[in-house]
């Protein structure tokens, strides 16, 4: 029984093999649909799909044969590598090839065989699509098509396979990958909170020496006091924007809301804020309708209040007007802070939001967090957050909360 010829290619074709990972795996009802198919219209008792490797062949679907594997000396198959297309043999025991071949002169006692190859995209030959008989007869002309075209099934069932094998491995991979970032990212939040947490007690130590110095009645120990208190202001306010972005960016920002007076809202910020804008020359007023009632976290709501209030207080010039404004709008209620500022440009608009993004007015400049952090508790809260403006007409920063329901 001559054994048959490996192709010139047989390191290649192998690695096309492998690269399908398809070898050992499990029966699957795809392949065994279409060896079962084979089988009925070719009326042969045996199909397979057959897999070439090195030293055996595998059978990934097979009907009839009861095995999964074969020595490759003994293989039919493997004749069928060196042959184009559909290979077919009417009678095995009148070809010199296989007369002698253990499957023909014993069990299973095959006579037929029809073999169409499974070649890859790239033109290496993997295997073979077969139909196998016990006597010796031929295809008809619509059975052989049946073949061929089902060959080429089977082929795309691999690519198939293959491309989701790959995503799959891709899926974990990354997966992984963004586990270990999320650690990275975890560890790096807990890490900031703690220190911005830990440096508020020695700042409100340095706080208070600084009071203590200011009342003293040398003048420049009093100056020198007063731009200390000034630096530890500044730095409490960063502190506080610091631990605010990790909480948000932790989705661990606390909202618990509450019905909130909107005039009791715009009355605490003309409170804190109307001594800063009268020394800066500015006009602090409201338009707020009396009626509108909040459901939001009061602390959160004013939060974002004070940080609209005070970039507008930097953009604003000496003689300039701020409006507070509350209104009932959409089923919400609106809260807007106007300015007489320089305005903002289309493209600062869109990045406004952003964090650390910051824009130099009248010589302040923030942590570019504060917007970040009030448009996150805004969307906490269940409402939204924009603004509107054009250069030199001024800016208004507005966002919206939920109406409290009313009472009966």
């Known amino acids: 029984m001559p054994a048959a010829c490996l192709p010139p290619n047989e390191r290649e074709r192998l690695a096309a093999l492998a690269s399908y990972q398809i070898l ?3 029966r699957e009802p795809d392949f065994d649909a279409i060896t079962e198919l084979v089988a009925q219209i070719c009326g042969t008792p045996f199909a397979v799909i057959n897999l070439i490797g090195e030293g055996r062949q595998f059978f990934k ?9 074969t020595p490759l000396d003994s293989s039919i198959c493997a004749h069928a590598l060196l042959q184009p297309g559909l290979f077919v043999v009417p009678d095995l025991t009148a070809d010199a090839r296989f007369v002698d071949n253990p ?24 295997g073979t699509l077969c139909a196998l008989d016990t006597r010796p007869r031929d295809l008809s002309p619509m059975q052989r098509d049946a073949l061929k075209t089902l060959g080429r099934h089977v082929m795309s069932l691999l690519e198939l396979r293959k491309l989701a094998e790959r995503d799959r491995r891709r899926l974990t991979e990354q997966t992984a990958r963004n586990r270990e970032l999320d650690g990275a990212l975890a560890g790096h939040h807990r890490i900031s909170a703690m220190v911005a947490h830990d440096l508020r007690s020695p700042l409100g130590v340095i706080a208070l020496g600084a009071q203590m110095l200011g009342d003293n009645q ?33 989705d661990a920002l606390r909202v618990t809301p509450v019905r909130v007076e909107g005039s009791a809202v715009v009355h605490a910020a003309l409170e804190a804020f109307g001594p800063l804008a009268e020394a800066s020359g500015i006009t602090l007023r409201s338009e707020a309708h009396p009626d509108v009632v909040l459901l939001a976290d009061e602390r959160r709501v004013q939060q974002v209040v004070a940080n609209l209030i005070g ?17 009932e709008t959409a089923g919400a209620a609106r809260i807007a802070v106007s300015d007489d500022g320089p305005g903002i440009s289309a493209a600062d608009q869109r990045r406004v939001f952003d964090p650390y993004f910051t824009k130099e007015v009248g010589g302040a400049k923030g942590t570019g967090l504060g917007l ?37």
């Open 24 to 26: 050992d795996t499990p």
């Open 61 to 69: 679907s097979e009907v009839g044969l009861g095995v999964r594997e």
């Open 103 to 126: 499957l023909v002169y014993a069990g299973p006692g095959l006579r037929f065989y029809a073999g169409q190859l499974l070649q890859t995209a790239d033109g290496y030959d993997i």
């Open 218 to 250: 040398d003048g420049q120990v009093a100056s020198v006091a007063n731009r200390i208190s000034r630096a530890v202001a500044s730095m409490q306010a960063l502190l506080a924007d610091l631990l605010d972005f990790e909480q948000a960016h932790a």
């Open 311 to 327: 970039n507008a207080l930097k953009a604003t010039p000496r003689g300039g007007t701020i409006t507070i404004g509350i209104a």
């Open 372 to 408: 970040t952090i009030s448009k996150r508790i805004v969307e906490a809260s269940g409402g939204q957050m924009g603004v509107e403006s054009a250069p030199g007409r001024g800016a208004t920063f507005w966002f919206t909360t939920p109406l409290a329901p009313t009472s009966a």
